[in-house]
Protein backbone atom coordinates (compact mmCIF):
# COMPACT_ATOMS: atom_id res chain seq x y z
CA UNK A 1 0.00 0.00 0.00
CA UNK A 2 1.57 3.34 -0.80
CA UNK A 3 1.88 6.30 1.73
CA UNK A 4 0.46 9.30 1.53
CA UNK A 5 2.45 11.93 -0.09
CA UNK A 6 2.59 13.93 3.56
CA UNK A 7 3.78 10.86 4.85
CA UNK A 8 6.72 10.52 2.26
CA UNK A 9 7.74 13.64 2.80
CA UNK A 10 7.61 14.11 6.49
CA UNK A 11 9.66 10.74 6.71
CA UNK A 12 11.84 12.29 3.90
CA UNK A 13 12.33 15.32 6.25
CA UNK A 14 13.75 13.21 8.40
CA UNK A 15 16.99 12.46 6.57
CA UNK A 16 19.88 14.41 6.97
CA UNK A 17 19.02 16.94 9.53
CA UNK A 18 20.96 19.57 10.51
CA UNK A 19 21.36 19.30 14.05
CA UNK A 20 22.59 15.28 13.57
CA UNK A 21 24.06 14.94 10.02
CA UNK A 22 25.89 16.60 7.36
CA UNK A 23 24.14 15.16 4.64
CA UNK A 24 20.67 12.63 4.27
CA UNK A 25 19.58 10.45 1.70
CA UNK A 26 15.81 9.15 0.99
CA UNK A 27 15.33 6.12 -1.38
CA UNK A 28 11.85 5.76 -3.24
CA UNK A 29 10.65 2.19 -3.77
CA UNK A 30 7.93 2.24 -6.25
CA UNK A 31 5.81 0.78 -9.41
CA UNK A 32 7.02 2.64 -13.05
CA UNK A 33 3.71 3.91 -12.83
CA UNK A 34 4.08 5.91 -10.04
CA UNK A 35 8.00 7.00 -10.68
CA UNK A 36 6.96 10.56 -12.60
CA UNK A 37 4.18 11.63 -9.65
CA UNK A 38 6.78 10.87 -6.67
CA UNK A 39 9.17 12.69 -8.71
CA UNK A 40 7.06 15.87 -9.30
CA UNK A 41 6.51 15.46 -5.16
CA UNK A 42 10.52 15.36 -4.80
CA UNK A 43 11.06 18.10 -7.07
CA UNK A 44 8.34 20.44 -5.30
CA UNK A 45 6.34 20.66 -8.26
CA UNK A 46 3.59 18.40 -7.13
CA UNK A 47 0.67 20.25 -5.04
CA UNK A 48 -0.12 18.87 -1.57
CA UNK A 49 -3.36 19.11 -0.23
CA UNK A 50 -4.77 18.18 3.60
CA UNK A 51 -6.90 16.06 4.84
CA UNK A 52 -7.11 17.14 8.14
CA UNK A 53 -10.77 17.90 7.49
CA UNK A 54 -11.53 13.67 7.07
CA UNK A 55 -10.34 12.94 10.20
CA UNK A 56 -11.60 16.05 12.07
CA UNK A 57 -12.58 14.33 14.84
CA UNK A 58 -9.60 12.38 15.99
CA UNK A 59 -7.69 15.60 16.12
CA UNK A 60 -10.43 18.21 18.32
CA UNK A 61 -10.86 16.33 20.77
CA UNK A 62 -7.68 16.30 21.73
CA UNK A 63 -7.40 20.04 21.24
CA UNK A 64 -10.07 20.04 23.71
CA UNK A 65 -8.55 17.92 26.09
CA UNK A 66 -5.77 20.07 26.53
CA UNK A 67 -7.82 23.35 26.15
CA UNK A 68 -6.67 24.80 23.12
CA UNK A 69 -10.31 24.68 22.04
CA UNK A 70 -12.85 25.71 24.24
CA UNK A 71 -15.66 27.06 22.24
CA UNK A 72 -16.53 26.99 18.07
CA UNK A 73 -14.64 30.01 17.66
CA UNK A 74 -11.69 28.98 19.03
CA UNK A 75 -11.95 25.79 17.30
CA UNK A 76 -12.21 27.68 14.06
CA UNK A 77 -9.49 30.26 15.61
CA UNK A 78 -7.87 26.82 15.71
CA UNK A 79 -8.11 25.39 12.35
CA UNK A 80 -6.65 28.81 10.67
CA UNK A 81 -3.40 27.85 12.32
CA UNK A 82 -3.15 24.48 10.22
CA UNK A 83 -1.99 23.45 7.03
CA UNK A 84 -5.40 22.36 6.14
CA UNK A 85 -7.06 25.83 6.27
CA UNK A 86 -3.76 27.17 4.08
CA UNK A 87 -4.62 24.85 1.48
CA UNK A 88 -8.50 25.20 1.84
CA UNK A 89 -8.12 28.89 1.08
CA UNK A 90 -6.08 28.37 -1.82
CA UNK A 91 -8.08 25.32 -3.15
CA UNK A 92 -11.69 25.18 -2.03
CA UNK A 93 -12.48 22.83 -4.83
CA UNK A 94 -10.16 20.17 -3.42
CA UNK A 95 -12.83 20.20 0.05
CA UNK A 96 -15.87 18.65 -1.35
CA UNK A 97 -16.84 17.20 1.96
CA UNK A 98 -17.02 20.31 3.63
CA UNK A 99 -21.00 21.56 2.63
CA UNK A 100 -20.72 24.53 0.38
CA UNK A 101 -23.48 27.56 1.49
CA UNK A 102 -25.53 29.32 -0.84
CA UNK A 103 -24.98 32.19 1.24
CA UNK A 104 -21.55 32.78 3.15
CA UNK A 105 -17.85 32.73 2.28
CA UNK A 106 -15.44 30.56 2.61
CA UNK A 107 -14.77 31.23 6.48
CA UNK A 108 -18.74 30.43 7.17
CA UNK A 109 -18.49 27.36 5.24
CA UNK A 110 -15.62 26.18 7.46
CA UNK A 111 -17.62 27.54 10.44
CA UNK A 112 -20.60 25.52 9.56
CA UNK A 113 -18.45 22.34 9.44
CA UNK A 114 -16.85 23.02 12.75
CA UNK A 115 -20.15 23.21 14.28
CA UNK A 116 -21.54 19.93 12.82
CA UNK A 117 -18.22 18.28 14.37
CA UNK A 118 -18.33 19.88 17.69
CA UNK A 119 -22.25 18.68 17.40
CA UNK A 120 -21.77 15.48 16.61
CA UNK A 121 -18.98 15.13 19.32
CA UNK A 122 -20.86 16.17 22.07
CA UNK A 123 -23.89 14.19 20.69
CA UNK A 124 -21.76 10.82 21.27
CA UNK A 125 -20.40 12.01 24.41
CA UNK A 126 -16.96 12.80 23.65
CA UNK A 127 -16.83 16.15 25.08
CA UNK A 128 -19.47 18.34 26.70
CA UNK A 129 -20.28 22.33 27.50
CA UNK A 130 -19.89 22.85 30.83
CA UNK A 131 -19.89 26.56 32.23
CA UNK A 132 -20.23 27.75 28.53
CA UNK A 133 -17.01 25.77 27.71
CA UNK A 134 -16.26 22.44 25.59
CA UNK A 135 -14.52 20.27 28.07
CA UNK A 136 -14.01 16.20 27.52
CA UNK A 137 -15.44 13.74 29.24
CA UNK A 138 -14.22 10.80 30.63
CA UNK A 139 -15.24 8.78 26.89
CA UNK A 140 -13.15 11.56 25.26
CA UNK A 141 -10.55 11.76 27.76
CA UNK A 142 -9.88 7.95 26.87
CA UNK A 143 -9.76 8.33 23.19
CA UNK A 144 -7.51 11.28 23.23
CA UNK A 145 -5.25 8.84 25.98
CA UNK A 146 -5.43 5.86 24.04
CA UNK A 147 -5.58 7.18 20.64
CA UNK A 148 -8.79 5.47 19.41
CA UNK A 149 -10.97 6.34 16.10
CA UNK A 150 -13.87 8.12 16.82
CA UNK A 151 -15.85 5.76 15.02
CA UNK A 152 -14.55 2.99 17.53
CA UNK A 153 -15.19 5.13 20.28
CA UNK A 154 -18.86 6.32 18.56
CA UNK A 155 -19.30 2.13 19.10
CA UNK A 156 -18.33 1.96 22.40
CA UNK A 157 -20.70 4.88 23.67
CA UNK A 158 -23.41 3.44 21.94
CA UNK A 159 -23.13 -0.31 23.48
CA UNK A 160 -25.52 -1.09 26.13
CA UNK A 161 -24.68 -1.06 29.89
CA UNK A 162 -23.99 -5.06 31.29
CA UNK A 163 -22.33 -6.61 28.78
CA UNK A 164 -20.56 -9.76 29.81
CA UNK A 165 -16.60 -10.33 29.30
CA UNK A 166 -17.23 -11.94 26.08
CA UNK A 167 -19.39 -9.26 24.82
CA UNK A 168 -16.56 -6.68 25.50
CA UNK A 169 -13.78 -8.94 23.66
CA UNK A 170 -16.15 -9.65 20.60
CA UNK A 171 -16.69 -5.44 20.54
CA UNK A 172 -13.18 -4.74 21.21
Known sequence: EEYSELD???MMG??????FE?????????????????????????KLESRLHLNLSENMVPEVFLKTVNSVEGALEWLKLTFFYTRFKNNP??????????NGGMDARLL?????KLRELTDFKL?????GEYQCTQFGNAMTKHYILFDTMKMFVKCPRGLTVSDIINLV
Do not use: C, W
Open 14 to 19: RAGRPQ
Open 93 to 102: TAYDEIPYLA
Open 8 to 10: ILQ
Open 112 to 116: RFVES
Open 22 to 46: TQGKAVLMTDSDKHHQYEKLVKGTE
Open 127 to 131: IEIKN
